[in-house]
């Protein structure tokens, strides 16, 4: 029998807020054990949460970019389960009204486009850590709890169960991260746990309607993981059927020093939670002024800024896709073409020379040492004839190691292009008259030999003759 896999994703991603979601502890990464708790971190006796607007602010721009709908009137409900990095013993969260409900994100997976549903969007509170190696004296005889993230604020996005491998998943949560990184609301640090992603998955024979028994992995951080650990579950549950077996709902956790699903616990129901609105905290209330303030500072998203790019740049789709992949990178770009108007060489040059530069430096865009107008400046170089594009790679590479104009590093270094026709002519005389073998060879037809005669020349000038004139050179008196 063949069955299809239904994969239903839900995101945790931490809003870019100076203070948490209930109090006014920083939310800054890094920090020592429970340097950024309080009273209210702890849930303890007495302690009373306020909720953060910035956190709603963020809320409303995430799903006015997805095409939700605002729910004018929301509410935060304590979600009730004790674990040891959760000491009050609830979450508070939202459930039967979140702020956000409906809207779509759209992907392309091998140059096909889809449209995954949303669910909701709602607000909620992240937990603490467990630590089981002491930070400062790596002691591994006990676990300690670090509340540092307890209260940090986050927005789950939960979409419906409409994707269908783990190639599409990934597609998915790259969209969502870039948008979310365009609104400025969200780092999309994966690393440090800004952007978190619980997998739904299940199987079902082919063509028919009841969808099969949910397993959900949880907290996955990473693109590659999360691909493989789909792919694993998927096949797993798939040996499982055909060898006549069943699937338990449960909650797994992916290992990926071993590439396998684990047991982690008994998948809860939403009953389990025993979820009631927080007495603590008023119905949130949003008025239609509101939504209109946070609609006016939407940004261009990354779908039409890409489409952009290839109706006005005449870009291909895939660099197209590469430069929007996010908004410094987009950036960068523009501000290169509103110097250097040639928006196929600047994308070639960020593409190629730049991004392998950033990857090799582990440096992001906002790190990089060369501004845009200074590539600009490099590439104008080039068709003003100072310098050829061999040199021109050279000089980049000295740009990005020094930060310094291109001009400066080739009157430095001496790398004007040689143009001077009458030496040109008399070097190219003394090459031919010493390569009597490849010049009959020319002359009897083979016009290949024509780049090994420009490569003696450009030997001869350490790279900086004009490869135009060489070119009209050679051809002349390589003539029979």
């Known amino acids: 029998?063949?069955?299809?896999?239904?994969?239903?994703?839900?995101?945790?991603?931490?809003?870019?807020?100076?203070?948490?979601?209930?109090?006014?502890?920083?939310?800054?990464?890094?920090?020592?054990?429970?340097?950024?708790?309080?009273?209210?971190?702890?849930?303890?006796p007495g302690a009373l949460p306020v909720l953060n607007k910035k956190v709603v602010d963020y809320a409303i721009r995430a799903g006015l970019a997805i095409g939700?709908?605002?729910?004018?009137?929301?509410?935060?409900?304590?979600?009730n389960y004790f674990y040891p990095d959760l000491p009050k013993g609830y979450q508070i969260s939202q459930y039967e009204l979140p702020i956000c409900t409906g809207g779509a994100i759209s992907i392309t997976v091998n140059g096909e486009k889809k449209t995954i549903r949303l669910t909701r969007i709602h607000m909620e509170e992240d937990a603490g850590k467990l630590l089981h190696e002491h930070p400062t004296t790596r002691s591994k005889e006990a676990s300690w709890v670090d509340l540092n993230r307890a209260g940090v604020?986050?927005?789950?996005?939960?979409?419906?169960?409409?994707?269908?491998?783990?190639?599409?998943?990934?597609?998915?949560?790259?969209?969502?991260?870039?948008i979310l990184m365009y609104l400025d609301i969200c780092d999309g640090n994966m690393e440090e746990g800004s952007l978190r992603c619980d997998a739904n998955i299940s199987l079902k024979?082919?063509?028919?309607?009841?969808?099969?028994?949910?397993v959900e992995i949880k907290n996955m951080n990473s693109f590659r993981h999360i691909e493989k650990a789909i792919a694993?579950?998927?096949?797993?549950?798939?040996?499982?059927?055909?060898e006549g077996g069943k699937i338990v709902q449960e909650t797994r956790l992916w290992n990926p020093e071993k590439e396998v699903t684990v047991p982690m616990r008994s998948k809860e129901e939403a009953h389990d939670y025993r979820y009631f609105p927080d007495p603590d905290l008023l119905p949130l209330l949003i008025e239609d002024s509101w939504v209109t303030a946070m609609h006016q500072h939407l940004p261009e998203l990354p779908t039409a800024k890409r489409d952009r790019f290839i109706s006005e740049h005449q870009l291909s789709p895939v660099d197209a896709e590469t430069l929007t992949s996010s908004r410094d990178l987009a950036n960068y770009y523009e501000a290169?073409?509103?110097?250097?108007?040639?928006?196929?060489?600047?994308?070639?040059?960020?593409?190629?020379?730049l991004l392998r530069e950033l990857n090799n430096s582990g440096r992001s865009i906002k790190q990089c040492p060369i501004k845009p107008e200074r590539l600009a400046g490099l590439l104008q170089l080039i068709d003003q004839g100072t310098i050829s594009g061999k040199i021109a790679k050279t000089v980049f590479l000295e740009m990005y190691k020094t930060g310094e104009p291109a001009d400066k590093i080739v009157s430095r270094q001496?790398?004007?292009?040689?143009?001077?026709?009458?030496a040109l002519e008399k070097m190219i005389e003394t090459i031919i008259a010493a390569?009597?073998?490849?010049?009959?060879?020319?002359?009897?037809?083979?016009?290949?030999?024509?780049?090994?005669?420009?490569?003696?020349v450009m030997k001869e000038t350490q790279g900086k003759a004009n490869p135009q004139l060489i070119n009209e050179i050679l051809r002349k008196k390589l003539k029979p």
């Open 1 to 44: 029998m063949s069955y299809e896999t239904v994969i239903g994703l839900e995101v945790h991603a931490q809003l870019l807020t100076a203070t948490k979601i209930f109090c006014a502890c920083s939310t800054r990464f890094g920090a020592a054990p429970n340097e950024n708790s309080c009273p209210v971190c702890l849930g303890q």
């Open 68 to 79: 939700c709908t605002i729910a004018k009137k929301s509410i935060f409900a304590r979600k």
């Open 153 to 178: 604020p986050l927005i789950e996005i939960v979409s419906e169960p409409d994707l269908r491998s783990a190639e599409e998943a990934v597609a998915y949560l790259k969209t969502l991260r870039s």
């Open 205 to 214: 024979p082919s063509g028919a309607e009841k969808l099969g028994t949910k």
């Open 232 to 242: 694993y579950e998927v096949q797993r549950q798939e040996e499982a059927l055909q």
């Open 336 to 353: 290169c073409v509103k110097v250097y108007p040639d928006a196929k060489k600047v994308s070639n040059w960020i593409l190629t020379e």
């Open 414 to 422: 001496g790398l004007t292009q040689v143009s001077d026709t009458g």
């Open 435 to 456: 390569n009597p073998k490849e010049t009959e060879r020319y002359r009897a037809g083979n016009e290949k030999l024509i780049a090994f005669f420009v490569g003696q």
